[in-house]
T-cell receptor
Framework: DAKTTQPPSMDCAEGRAANLPCNHS???????VYWYRQIHSQGPQYIIH???NNETNEMASLIITEDRKSSTLILPHATLRDTAVYYCIVRVAGGYNQGGKLIFGQGTELSVKP | DGGITQSPKYLFRKEGQNVTLSCEQNLNHDAMYWYRQDPGQGLRLIYY???????QKGDIAEGYSVSREKKESFPLTVTSAQKNPTAFYLC??????????????FGEGSRLTVL
């Protein structure tokens, strides 16, 4: 699985968009980009994933560059409840017996401030 | 509501004792996983199971054991052989798909402290 690089921490004002970057320069053509977040002392929560097209759901948008070497998770209107550690993960499709292991790094600690 | 239930939420044990953490899911997911998280660190995979009566070691399986006798249950035993058992333990489950990787659904975690 490709490694990802994320800034260790970021601040965002409440109500503003939070843009969380992720570099994955060694990503392979069959690897997806996944985002999870973990609120303190809770289990991680799935946010979104994509392959090469931009994706949007009720939680966030995922923008993947054309060369797929980086991506940005966008929380359009951040709230105090979005304060969490955000993990960017790349993996192949399929279960673990197809190499699809999720590797969680240290993520980005996002602090949303009033 | 469907979800994953871990128990206990907090657990204390003395050195040399084995302890079993419970994980139950009613999502009808085939695959289940155990992760360990240390302070300020990401998650590390301990064991995983994609089908009943079968499981595989993850990256840090030493000192741990699991069983998968029922689809909905995947208990983890932390044995006395685990040198640094104090940690936050997370259980997860997913649908096993052959094309798109299924997202993981996590429980709320169990915090184990060895005194």
């Amino acid at each position: 699985d490709a490694k990802t690089t994320q800034p260790p921490s970021m601040d965002c004002a409440e109500g503003r968009a939070a843009n969380l970057p992720c570099n994955h320069s060694t990503i392979s053509g069959n690897e997806y980009v996944y985002w999870y977040r973990q609120i303190h002392s809770q289990g991680p929560q799935y946010i979104i994933h994509g392959l090469k097209n931009n994706e949007t759901n009720e939680m966030a948008s995922l923008i993947i560059t054309e060369d797929r070497k980086s991506s940005t998770l966008i929380l359009p209107h951040a709230t105090l409840r979005d304060t969490a550690v955000y993990y960017c993960i790349v993996r192949v499709a399929g279960g673990y017996n197809q190499g699809g292991k999720l590797i969680f790094g240290q993520g980005t600690e996002l602090s949303v401030k009033p | 509501d469907g979800g994953i239930t871990q128990s206990p939420k907090y657990l204390f044990r003395k050195e040399g004792q084995n302890v079993t953490l419970s994980c139950e899911q009613n999502l009808n997911h085939d695959a289940m996983y155990w992760y360990r998280q240390d302070p300020g660190q990401g998650l590390r995979l301990i064991y995983y199971s994609q089908i009943v009566n079968d499981f595989q070691k993850g990256d840090i399986a030493e000192g741990y054991s699991v069983s998968r006798e029922k689809k909905e249950s995947f208990p983890l035993t932390v044995t006395s052989a685990q040198k640094n058992p104090t940690a936050f333990y997370l259980c997860a489950s997913s649908i096993v798909r052959t094309t798109i990787g299924g997202e993981l659904f996590f429980g709320e975690g169990s915090r184990l402290t060895v005194l």
